[in-house]
């Protein structure tokens, strides 16, 4: 019979175990640095994954339009403009207006935009003395014309100066001061008779012609007119020889600066009175801002600023 040494075995089990332990704590811990270190590594490579990704959901997604960039809205077939030979122009912090207003262009400007090329058809029609639906009043200068209806929006096309060519070469600066009613087509002029002459012959009847926006070299400055019958109750606010076209008219009020509404006789009013007399803002196509003081309510009376919009 063999007989079994229970102690010695349990002696050297004992003995293994006390060398097991040490060894099994020092793995542990060799393995909780590495997961330490690795940890720490990932988390930076973690976050920098994070940032890259929205970087380039931002620059792959389905962009926000900045509204500088906007060019015209859809126009019917007989307006609608000519590609620019060098493509739609890229905003730069160059290009932007300086302005006081943090709008742009895109959300100022109505169906006629800068950097557009129209096409339509030239009329004719006699100006007389130069006054028109716009209400500038006479004018010794002839060289004028009426925007369609339809892009005479309201009055919007109101001053706005425009180079027009025909197919001949032959060109005309105009200011817009009337508006052309329907049947007038999207995208046509109806020039006065001394203007369309300078392109052709009268006899011709209907021109083709393309046409843009133009921001002149020399305009003068600004006036400011009440509209006959203007009170402190009521009144109709103008601006005159701008030399951009004009986006909006503000009057200062208890509250701050109140927007008036344009009429498609081109005054802006003020239909219970708060702010008639008061300091005026004007905002062109661009943004820029000026704001006018020392303007009398006085109906019917054109007064200077001494101030103009800058050129474009």
């Known amino acids: ?42 988390s930076t490579d973690a976050w920098r994954t994070t940032d890259g990704s929205v970087t380039a959901a931002s620059a792959s997604g389905s962009p926000t339009a900045a509204p500088d960039a906007t060019i015209a809205s859809p ?10 030979p060098r ?5 730069s912090a160059k290009s932007r207006p300086r302005t006081e207003s ?24 006699e ?6 639906a716009c209400l500038y009043g006479p004018s010794d200068d002839l060289m004028v014309a009426a925007m369609n209806h339809t892009d005479y929006e309201s009055a919007k096309a109101c001053g706005a100066y425009v180079l027009v060519r ?10 817009i001061v009337n508006d052309c009613p329907l049947p007038c087509k999207p995208g046509q002029i109806d020039l006065s008779q001394q203007a369309f002459a300078k392109l052709a012959d009268l006899k011709v009847g209907r021109l083709p012609i393309t046409w843009k926006l133009l921001s002149p070299a020399a305009s003068g400055t600004i006036s400011i007119r009440y509209k006959d019958g203007s009170s402190q109750w009521w009144c109709g606010v103008q601006a005159i020889g ?6 909006r008219l503000e009057v200062r009020t208890g509250n701050g600066w109140r927007k008036l509404q344009r009429t498609g006789y081109n005054y802006f009013l003020a239909t219970d009175g708060r702010g008639c007399g008061r300091a005026i803002r004007i905002t062109d196509i661009y943004g820029e801002r000026l704001t006018i003081r020392g303007i009398a309510l006085k109906p019917d009376v054109a007064q200077p600023t001494g101030v103009q919009f800058a050129r474009h």
Request: hydrophobic share 40%; net charge positive.
């Open 127 to 132: 100006a007389g003395d130069g006054n028109g």
């Open 242 to 247: 701008h030399r951009n076209p004009l986006a």
């Open 87 to 91: 493509g739609t122009p890229t905003p």
């Open 75 to 84: 126009q019917p077939p007989d307006a609608s403009p000519l590609p620019s």
């Open 166 to 175: 025909a197919a001949n070469g032959a060109s005309i600066k105009v200011r």
């Open 1 to 42: 019979m063999r007989t079994t040494n229970h102690g010695a075995a349990q002696a050297r089990r004992k003995h293994r175990r006390a060398i097991g332990i040490p060894l099994a704590l020092l793995a542990v811990g060799v393995v909780a640095c590495l997961a330490t270190v690795l940890l720490a590594g990932g």
């Open 102 to 125: 943090a709008e742009s262009t895109g959300s100022l400007t109505g169906r006629i935009r800068p950097g557009i090329r129209y096409r339509g058809v030239a009329t004719a029609y």
